[in-house]
């Protein structure tokens, strides 16, 4: 009978919290709170708790397991496997419980064995011999992941060897994925062949990884290839990834000097004082083999730097760039960087000296959005405060006056108040509903400005725009409608006449009445149908002109 030791190595991923840090594998990195000499390091184990498959048997696949979620194959959605222990997950569920054969005598593509597979790799091992092959899953919807993982399967005729490995299967991106931490070749048995890749159900297609079909021989150490579906998932490619199996979420981390090999204790937080850049190891044992990162550490320059509150004055007024931010609980008497962004854009570095009372003040800022400001004291940056929002001040048209235009002229004029005094501005304005050329002007010391050669018409929505160092940012109210008008007609009239004296004499008279008292008035007539010359009167205190050496004829 064959017998094949069968033991567990654990995979663990981490997670590094730290201060300028550089990592690779599983590990997301931020950096430390504390700023010196020296800094903390976090690790922590992100992980999942696997579950037996309940193997026993040599050569056997497992009873049906679920994924947690669809899954899409060679075109055609699972939500269900098998593990085999043989190094294989199957759809096929229909042979759940069966016999798995092992025998490699051909190339992956049309083997019966491993129809719609993932190989990762197929080779002999024999489970009685001891160890355990587990499955588990990670994440929530739509990205979750379902594992299968060999833990120190020894190899059958082979006991001193043994192959570790985990398949992931990814939801939504449906790849799959194979992670290799150790696999070596037993000459003695079943020519020492091993496969890694994907087949379908039909057997008719089929990618391996290179080199990793039949008849090659081939061992690994921390390998991983990825199998990536096309769009229609018909065909599958093969990629060399990096090794970063899903963890287990248990383990001891161990610390190192990675140059010189010191040991520099175990746990989640290590404290370092490097004074050069200086190369970190970390470890997680499981089984005989280790998850390992490493991850580089950059002193700090400077002190510790903390902003414990912020301080901030709008603009006097509307347009103008005269606000302030202070900073509270900088380091008295150091030179910092200020970092800062304005309405999502980052802006030009201040360097600014700290006061002896902690502070930082900001002047001569803009009405706006200021997102976010740090300070640093060498490379030792400050927590991050903010947002602060500058706001203009209230301002607008407090007041209008008019005047109409006189008798068929164009000399109207609309004043408008409570603009900034000798601020340009810019007006705009609807004259009888068409929008007009804007008038640029400056307000007077009153704040005002004056619309003026007005025509006759409806003037409206009459809006004041400060030109400022921020277009647009201080717009008024809109007043109006004003009407511009021509003064009324006179209303005159005559009311007596005196003909010639004698034929031939020019000595009538016509009086006309209506004007104002004492007006200078320009009468314009005609005679016998003709228009004659002009006669400028004063209007005595009667309201009432004579025209006086009036020939005979037809006045009109």
Not at 227 to 232: A, D, H, K, L, R
Not at 394 to 402: E, K, L, R, Y
């Amino acid at each position: 009978m064959k017998n094949n030791l069968y033991r567990r190595i654990l995979f663990l991923g981490i997670i590094l919290i730290m201060f300028s840090v550089k990592s690779f594998s599983q590990i997301t990195v931020t950096r430390d709170s504390v700023c010196g000499p020296c800094v903390n390091l976090y690790a922590s184990l992100l992980g999942d708790a696997p579950t037996s498959t309940g193997i026993t048997a040599d050569d056997g696949w497992s009873g049906t397991l679920s994924l947690g979620f669809t899954y899409n194959f060679y075109g055609n959605n699972y939500t269900s496997c098998l593990i085999g222990s043989n190094g294989a997950v199957s759809f096929n569920t229909s042979l759940a419980g069966s016999g798995f054969g092992w025998s490699i005598t051909s190339v992956l593509l049309g083997n019966a064995n491993v129809r719609n597979c993932v190989c990762g790799p197929w080779c002999d091992i024999y489970i009685p011999a001891g160890g355990t092959i587990t499955y588990s899953s990670i994440g929530t919807a739509p990205y979750r992941k379902f594992m299968a993982t060999w833990c120190r399967t020894r190899m059958y005729s082979c006991t001193s060897q043994w192959t570790t490995t985990q398949i992931i299967l990814y939801e939504t991106t449906n790849l799959a994925e194979v992670h290799i931490a150790h696999k070596t070749i037993c000459s003695s048995w079943n020519g020492g062949y091993a496969i890694v890749g994907v087949q379908n159900a039909a057997g008719s297609a089929a990618t391996a990884a290179p080199s990793r079909d039949y008849p090659t021989t081939w061992s690994a150490t921390n390998e991983a290839w990825r199998f990536t579906p096309n769009s229609s998932s018909t065909a599958y490619t093969a990629s060399s990834i990096s090794f970063a199996p899903v963890p287990y979420a248990s383990s001891t981390i161990n610390w190192y000097d990675s140059a010189s090999g010191a040991y520099l204790g175990a746990g989640t937080t290590i404290n370092v004082c490097p004074t050069v850049p200086t190369t970190y190891k970390v470890t997680a044992a499981g089984c005989d083999d280790s998850t390992v990162s490493y991850f580089n550490v950059i002193p700090f320059t400077g002190s510790p730097v903390h902003i414990t509150s912020i301080e901030s004055v709008n603009p006097s007024v509307c347009g103008n760039c005269d606000g302030t931010i202070r900073l509270i609980g900088v380091n008295p008497n150091e030179i910092d960087s200020v970092f800062y962004s304005i309405n999502g854009v980052a802006q030009p570095v201040i360097v600014d000296s700290a006061g002896a009372d902690s502070t930082i003040t900001l002047t001569g800022l803009c009405a706006a959005t200021y997102d976010y400001f740090y300070v640093k004291v060498g490379n030792c940056p400050s927590d991050t405060v903010g947002p602060v929002t500058l706001v203009n001040p209230a301002w607008g048209i407090t007041d209008t006056s008019s005047t109409n235009a006189s008798c068929s002229a164009c000399d109207g004029t609309i004043t408008i108040y409570g603009l900034l005094p000798g601020r340009s501005t810019i007006v705009n304005y609807d004259f009888n509903g068409a929008a007009q050329t804007p008038v640029t002007a400056t307000a007077t010391g009153a704040g005002t400005i004056t619309l003026s050669n007005l025509c006759p018409g409806t003037y409206d929505n009459i809006i004041a725009v400060l030109v400022s160092f921020i277009p647009g940012a201080c717009v008024s109210n809109a007043v109006g409608p004003f009407y511009i008008v021509p003064p009324p007609l006179i209303p005159v009239r005559i009311t007596a006449q005196t003909n010639p004296s004698e034929c031939g004499a020019c000595n009538g008279s016509i009086t006309i009445t209506g004007m104002a008292p004492g007006s200078v008035d320009t009468i314009f007539y005609k005679l016998n149908g003709v228009n004659q010359t002009p006669l400028v009167y004063s209007a005595g205190s009667d309201s009432s002109i004579t025209m006086y050496s009036l020939c005979a004829g037809n006045y009109s």
